[in-house]
């Protein structure tokens, strides 16, 4: 398995502000991904981070409104930009390990935009 | 990508066993079928993977009939910290290929 560790946990932003969120897994891994779960509903996809290139974003999710970065096979960061009361949510990143053969989930990032 | 459904919710009292059925009638040759468990403001925790016929960990049991167009994840003998959300998906586990994509999952309430 893999350990993936977020930070922030948690957060209280500002309407129009910008947050990074930082993901750092313990081991090198193929596949990193993001995810959003807003309350009460289930885990959507908001993009695949590639390493050393841009991310692949799902419909529904844009580069300007979520930029990631991913500089190497450890780590990965998700921004939520300009953020409105919409972006309240808990952000997951999560690793694909070749070891064992499914995702891993971070503990998430909860944020409250006011 | 193979599109699951699962009951909303369920209820147990503690010490039954539980298994909750997921449907995924158009599951392709290389997917496998992975269960996650996830506890209210945490992200979800994988429990077990298979492909057929039955799979079984220190936590749970998952059973794959042969047309593999549904299974069935059993928890034996529940407890009070079982409830939880418990999400069904299905996809190939190939690095790089489509990512696992979550349906609704299944609330589990566990009850004294």
């Known amino acids: 398995s893999a350990v993936i560790s977020q930070k922030p946990s948690r957060d209280i932003c500002q309407r129009g502000t910008s947050l990074t969120i930082q993901c750092q897994v313990d081991?090198?891994?193929?596949?990193m991904f993001w995810y959003r779960q807003q309350p009460g509903q289930s885990l959507t996809l908001i993009a695949t981070?590639?390493?050393?290139?841009?991310?692949?974003?799902e419909s529904g999710f844009v580069i300007d409104k979520f930029p990631i970065s991913r500089p190497n096979l450890t780590f990965s960061t998700l921004t939520v930009s300009n953020m409105s009361p919409e972006d309240s949510s808990i952000y997951l990143c999560?690793?694909?390990?070749?070891?064992?053969?499914?995702?891993?989930f971070g503990e998430g990032s909860w944020l409250t935009v006011v | 990508l193979a599109k699951t459904t699962q009951p909303i919710s369920m209820d147990s009292y503690e010490g039954q066993e539980v298994n909750i059925t997921c449907s995924h009638n158009?599951?392709?040759?290389?997917?496998?079928i992975t269960w996650y468990q996830q506890f209210p403001s945490q992200g979800p925790r994988f429990i077990i993977q298979?492909?057929?016929t039955k799979v079984t960990n220190e936590v749970a049991s998952l059973f794959i009939p042969a047309d593999r167009k549904s299974s069935t994840l059993s928890l034996p003998r529940v407890s009070l910290s079982d409830t939880a959300v418990y999400y069904c998906?299905?996809?190939?586990?190939?690095?790089?290929?489509?990512?696992?994509?979550f349906g609704k999952g299944t609330r589990l309430s566990v009850i004294a």
């Open positions: 999560s690793a694909w390990t070749a070891t064992g053969n499914t995702i891993y």
């Open positions: 081991s090198q891994v193929t596949m």
């Open positions: 981070a590639n390493q050393g290139s841009e991310a692949t974003y």
């Open positions: 158009n599951i392709a040759t290389n997917d496998y």
């Open positions: 298979g492909y057929k």
């Open positions: 998906l299905v996809g190939d586990r190939s690095p790089g290929n489509t990512p696992l994509v």
